[in-house]
């Protein structure tokens, strides 16, 4: 299958042209991969450097909540610079996570940059294992061998959460007002995948996982997601897609895209209504009492997500 930009509707009209933008790429895996890594690399970029104006900008006379922060209250519900009742104590570990996260923006530019100018166009052209990461459309079981190297790096992102509250420090109990280790997380599977269709031990409630009230249950369920997304890695990486799966799915570059934004925006959705009415994974002493703003722009961020979604769909199922 050759997909072939020329179809794009941004080129019927000079005036959408900024509609193009990687679809140009989307036959160069090399290339594509450069520009992905030089994305990741804008975005530890802006981490990096909003964690360090925030913490330079913290003021310890004033609730941490009303000072208009934006990561500094991830970083501290993770238990760093947190002294008793909850108070911020320590804003030096918030300069050290922006300082690794401005390094690690130089090493993804960098490295986006040579696969943009200096590496092969195509990763088949490759020296070694880079090789194998060269893709073709027709080609199913290449496209769910990287699909399965993202899951296992996302298990490994889970399973780290999981690992700073059970081991690396603990993380912030709302509840006891102080950081603690979660040393017994829980693995049930009726407790955690009952929060799928609702219920919270048993007692159903409308906002379905986002009713979790303890660390044990949000710890249990970051396990749990960690192993399943190891698992289907592994799966994916090892076992081609199978009949029925190749049948169903729609498999192109337009339509992998709407694939990917449309659980972006499935997970943004999810993260509203956390947002907007957990307190335990969002403690009211760092995030506020009122959190709609939060709530609205992660409301708007779905959206978008779900346009780019649609309008991918529409373009892959204009193929052929």
Not at 64 to 76: K, N, S, V
Not at 140 to 148: E, N, Q, R, V
Request: contains cysteine; glycine residues 12%.
């Amino acid at each position: 299958m050759t997909i072939s930009v020329q179809r794009s509707i941004a080129e019927d009209s000079p005036k959408l042209a900024w509609l193009i933008g990687n679809s140009k790429l989307v036959n160069l895996s090399g290339q594509l991969l450069g520009a992905h890594i030089a994305h990741a690399g804008l975005i530890m970029f802006w981490a990096g450097s909003t964690a360090i104006s925030e913490a330079l900008r913290f003021q310890p006379d004033l609730p941490f909540a009303e000072q208009g922060f934006i990561l500094l209250p991830h970083l501290a519900t993770l238990g760093w610079g947190i002294g008793a009742e909850g108070k911020i104590v320590d804003t030096y570990p918030y300069f050290v996570i922006g300082i690794l996260h401005l390094a690690a923006s130089a090493v993804l530019g960098a490295g986006g940059l040579y696969h943009v100018f200096r590496a092969p166009a195509n990763l088949q052209d490759g020296a070694g294992r880079v090789a194998k990461f060269h893709y073709e459309w027709n080609d199913p079981k290449k496209l769910g061998f990287i699909l399965g190297h993202h899951l296992i790096f996302l298990g490994l992102g889970a399973l780290a959460l999981a690992g700073k509250a059970m081991w690396w420090g603990g993380i912030y109990d709302a509840t006891l007002h102080q950081v603690r280790l979660i040393s017994e997380p829980t693995l049930n599977p009726v407790t955690i995948f009952s929060y799928l269709v609702g219920l919270n031990h048993g007692v159903w409630t409308p906002i379905g996982m986002a009713s979790v009230n303890n660390l044990e249950d949000i710890i249990g369920g970051h396990l749990w997601i960690g192993a399943i997304l190891l698992g289907g890695g592994a799966w994916h990486i090892l076992v081609a897609p199978t009949n029925w799966a190749v049948k169903i799915l729609r498999i192109e570059a337009d339509a992998i895209l709407a694939y990917s934004l449309g659980g972006l925006a499935f997970m943004a959705l999810v993260s509203c209504a956390f947002v907007g009415f957990n307190t335990t994974a969002f403690p009211v002493k760092f995030y506020g009492s009122d959190r709609s703003f939060a709530a609205a722009s992660q409301f708007f961020l779905a959206i978008t997500a779900l346009v780019g979604h649609l309008w991918h769909a529409y373009r892959a199922r204009m193929v052929n």
